[in-house]
């Protein structure tokens, strides 16, 4: 299926007027939509088609806002994208050489693209009004789908350089409800090889500031 990732992202790379169109055009949104459901839900997906998918998604996100708000609350969607986090997934992804989207780069490209996607919609840039409707239909389904415990659970696979987004996405959720709080106790997150490799003095501070 890397067939349909590598169509797509050349159809966008060639003419940036590409976003605009679909943005405009409801039929384009419509099929675009579908597309990145059907690749997403595919098994078949190399750890780079993996990676090129989530990164045309987000571009998409960063310049249309809220077109895909309707497939991040599919619950198929979030099952695989919990998946694509869990430790088993990231362990076999880490025995994948990196030119093919593997290794300990494929792991920290995957975890901050996934996690700059479920961000997104706290973000007013380029995306107008914040809609605080979808927000929290889309923490109520990221409660039931274990993300803060995901997340946690991957912390000490990725190293400082990559630490902002996973942390920057725990804070926001953390911040949001006291039962963020709780979850995020409960699954370790201040277990203290994690926090020591959080507050490392030489990290920068926005990862020191989140991880507070």
Known sequence: CDGLVWLLKELFSCDPRGYAFVASNEEAMHLLVNAFEATLMSK????KGILILLFMWR???NRVGKALHGVMLRDEVLRLM?????ARHLANLGKW???VGGGVQGIQSLVSLLLMILSKPWSTSGAGEVDEDFLAKLRERLFAHNFV???VSCIETIDSQGLSVPLNFLSRLALSSP????????CGG???SRLAHILRPENSPPILVDGL
């Open 44 to 47: 078949d997906l190399s750890p």
């Open 149 to 151: 415990s995901l997340v």
């Open 82 to 86: 919990a998946m694509l986090l869990s």
């Open 59 to 61: 571009s998409v996100i």
């Open 179 to 186: 039962r963020y709080s709780q979850q995020f106790v409960e």
């Open 190 to 192: 201040l277990r203290p």
């Open 97 to 99: 050489p990196e030119v």
